[in-house]
């Protein structure tokens, strides 16, 4: 909790710079264990300046030796005003990094001349709607060497590995690194990580990001605030936030009395997210970033009262029940059946009992590393959730929801039937591609692309409730949009023009 000033105020935590040595820097688990000791994580951010025999990446960072591909560059659209803005992200076809970089330094997305961040950041609120830029985010990977031991990115030895150990399940950019490739005004809405998690970002080159952060003893009056203003998108999705699609500005937060902090991270820098920590922010241009997930035992009870969008498949689901079996023994049972009486971290007064877990348990085959040449052929037939070795239910939860033994998989593509209850399911994961090659071919395709029938159907009831007098055009010839089910970061698809 805050501290009480002497007129009786409560103080707003600010975000902690950390500097240690190496020594003090080779434990990783131990030094955020340390942050926290320093209340760190009351702000929900820190910034971390590590020390100078840390080098991530021996070979530099020359652009051209750096053999990289963009799989689906995002075009970010804002629209709103008056610091209020939704951000729908447009995926574009594939372009090395290169291509990526004289972009992002072409006239049209070049870094506009400011005196100091305080004017690049008025710039930035000025014309976020202006000129969309392009943002490379979510590209499977990492700039580190192979070799380093020490904060490794993509394998930071924490309790979050268990989801790996235990299920076989990597989880792209939550237990594995994610890299992120930015240019002047492409930003990441506001949000919290997968299941509140930590996160960890390290811009290895480049221009500076800047980052808003709100303490996560204020996160409840965030959400109440973007329910408000976005009254729809809170009633088709309790967790509309978990879609990375809201900016609002400085003075929105201000006007609403949420309070903030706000930090520039350089290059050679570390930020650190903290459970249930309400982040967002932008890059001042040209820069490459890496970051991923982790966990800790406090993170345990956030994990298990997180928000879970339903609405969107892709969203991640991770079971907490290897957690709570083996950090929180005593509370298992009760978990399980629902009886779990406790209180969310940062709302100690409200008692009530966790969500008890209610996915099927899946197995799923590892995935291939980065480092694999081979990719198996698999045939169409095999996109189905096959049954493997029965188990019994360790639980006697045969009840009407399913098996309460939970196993969170990405990108689920078929349902269990509801009378299968305590088998265990193995994944077959397959991918097929669509080309379209002519504009009236849309419509004969449009039934192979999985549309959501039921967004159609709502915007049809919707169209015909307008009180109007005259029909008007349906200007959706190409049909709704279309979630995107392999990244994180929430993205649309929308069908473009070869010459786009």
């Known amino acids: 909790m805050s501290s009480i000033s002497e007129d009786g105020r409560q103080k707003i935590p600010r975000i902690i710079t950390f500097r240690p040595s190496y020594e003090e820097f080779k434990d990783f688990s131990g030094f955020v264990d340390y942050m926290e000791s320093r209340g760190a994580h009351l702000a929900g951010l820190a910034k971390i300046i590590p020390p100078p025999e840390w080098v991530p990446r021996k070979s530099g960072y020359e652009i051209d030796q750096i053999n990289m591909t963009i799989p ?50 008025r710039k930035y609120w000025k014309n976020v709607t202006y000129i969309s830029p392009l943002y490379a985010a979510d590209v499977k990977g990492s700039l580190s060497d192979p070799d380093l031991e020490v904060w490794n990115i993509d394998r930071l030895d924490t309790i ?19 890299l992120y490739f930015g240019m002047w005004k492409s ?37 109440k605030l973007v329910s408000r203003i976005f009254p729809e998108s809170y009633h088709n999705c309790g967790a509309h936030l978990r879609h990375k699609m809201t900016l609002l500005s400085p003075q929105v937060l201000k006007q609403n009395k949420i309070p903030f902090n706000r930090i520039t991270q350089e290059c050679n820098e570390i930020m650190i997210t903290f459970p249930y920590g309400y982040h967002a922010g932008f890059n001042h241009g040209f820069n490459g970033a890496e970051s991923t997930n982790f966990a800790s035992k406090r993170w345990i009870e956030y994990g298990k009262r997180a928000s879970i969008c339903r609405c969107r498949k892709d969203m991640v689901k991770i079971s907490m029940e290897t957690f709570v079996k083996r950090f929180q023994p005593e509370r298992y049972e009760n978990w399980l059946r629902g009886v779990d009486y406790g209180s969310h971290p940062e709302e100690p007064n409200k008692i009530c009992p966790a969500p008890p877990p209610t996915l ?22 095999n ?49 097929v591609l669509h080309k379209i090659d002519r504009p009236n071919a849309v419509a004969a395709a449009a039934k192979h692309l999985d549309f959501n029938s039921t967004a159609v159907a709502k915007l049809k ?40």
């Open 72 to 121: 689906a560059p995002i075009c970010q659209i804002v629209s709103g005003k008056q610091g209020e803005y939704q951000q729908i992200n447009v995926t574009r076809r594939a372009m090395t990094l290169r291509q990526f970089k004289e972009l992002a330094e072409s006239e049209r997305h070049q870094t506009p001349k400011h005196f100091d961040y305080d004017d690049l950041e």
């Open 160 to 178: 979050l590995d268990y989801v790996n150990k235990d299920y076989g399940i990597e989880i792209d950019g939550v237990n594995t690194a994610y």
């Open 360 to 381: 099927n348990k899946y197995t799923s085959p590892k995935r291939k590393s980065s480092n694999d040449s081979e990719t198996p052929q698999e045939s169409p037939g």
């Open 383 to 431: 996109n189905k959730l096959t049954p493997s070795n029965n188990v019994s239910c360790p639980t006697n939860c045969l009840q009407k929801r399913g098996c309460s033994v939970a196993m969170a998989v990405r990108d689920e593509q078929s349902e269990v039937p509801p009378s299968i209850t305590c088998t265990t399911f193995k994944k077959i994961p397959r991918v």
């Open 461 to 500: 009831r919707v169209w015909q409730d307008l009180p109007s007098p005259t029909t008007g055009n349906n200007l959706l010839t190409n049909g709704i949009i279309k979630n995107t089910k392999r990244m994180r970061f929430q993205t649309k698809t929308i069908l473009l023009d070869e010459d786009e």
């Open 187 to 223: 930003s990441f809405a506001w949000h919290t990580e997968d299941m509140d998690l930590y996160s960890i970002n390290y811009l290895h080159f480049g221009e500076p990001k800047t980052w808003y952060a709100i303490p996560p003893a204020y996160g409840r009056r965030l959400e």
